[in-house]
């Protein structure tokens, strides 16, 4: 697991519900993977946006991931909704991934993280304004 640079981020993992802090911590690492995976890990940024883990790369559109008490049992991870990025998804992967309307895909608790589908979304947001003039962003 990559250390905290930002300690703002760490406190907002730190009071996560247990059970769902190392589901959530395991979506960062995807992201942190893929960031590096993709050679953007230079311009990542992580910090927060409305009060979530959020992250984003210079030529990038925004990744957060959150967990919310009113929907205890499942986490998300939000994509810009003004973009074309779950559409995007939603045609690639809908029979692998669950998603709330243009906004994000969401994760159920027991879920198993389709990991390659979840890190091509990421990799899509975090490369997104050098594709987003590419029909399905170049996919």
Known sequence: MDKFK?????????NYPPHMRQKLMYLRQ???D??????????????????EPSYLAK?????RID???SAPEQ???????????LDTFKELYSDKLKFAGNRAIIFHRDDEIPVDEVKH???LSLTYHD?????MLGV
């Open 6 to 14: 930002n300690p703002q981020v760490a406190d907002v993992f730190n």
């Open 30 to 32: 995807l992201v942190l």
């Open 34 to 51: 893929t960031a590096s995976e993709c050679k953007v890990a230079d311009t990542l940024e992580e910090t927060l946006k409305w009060g």
């Open 59 to 63: 030529k990038g559109s925004t990744v």
């Open 67 to 69: 967990w919310k008490s």
């Open 75 to 85: 986490y998300a991870m939000y994509f810009h909704c003004q973009t074309r990025l």
């Open 121 to 123: 979304c990421i990799l």
């Open 131 to 135: 594709r987003k003039h590419l029909p």
